[in-house]
């Protein structure tokens, strides 16, 4: 038999996946090198592994979401990421489809078919 939690935690993961992209994406208003994102992504409740990270700023960064420039000042050389032109259309383009999302989501959740999950009887 299927352990719930294990279960929640599987799907948790899928939807958490979706949302890491608008969460970078939203830190990068002003320069940031990659390991600052993740304390102040930690931060604000979206853990994300340093394994992740990386690749999906490369992965940001080839789709012209994100420009970079290195920090050669320091002992140990940064690459900075920003949002680019382009990246703040996209970005300011998913904020909007999201609110829609989440719109939808509570009309769904809220005609509580199928279960209580708000606590009502």
Excluded: H
Aim: charged residues 25%.
């Amino acid at each position: 038999m299927a352990d719930v939690n294990e279960t929640i935690n599987g799907l948790l993961g899928e939807l958490r996946r979706g949302t890491i992209v608008m969460g970078v994406l939203s830190q990068l208003s002003e320069p940031q090198y990659g390991y600052s994102l993740v304390p102040v992504l930690e931060e604000k409740g979206m853990a994300v592994d340093p394994g992740t990270l990386y690749p999906l700023l490369r992965r940001l960064e080839k789709q012209e979401l994100l420009e970079s420039r290195w920090d050669t000042n320091e002992a140990r050389p940064r690459k900075y990421y920003l949002l680019s032109p382009f990246g703040r259309e996209v970005y300011s383009g998913l904020c909007m489809e999201w609110r829609k999302l989440v719109a939808s989501m509570e009309g769904i959740i809220g005609e509580n078919k199928g279960g209580e999950p708000d606590g009502s009887n």
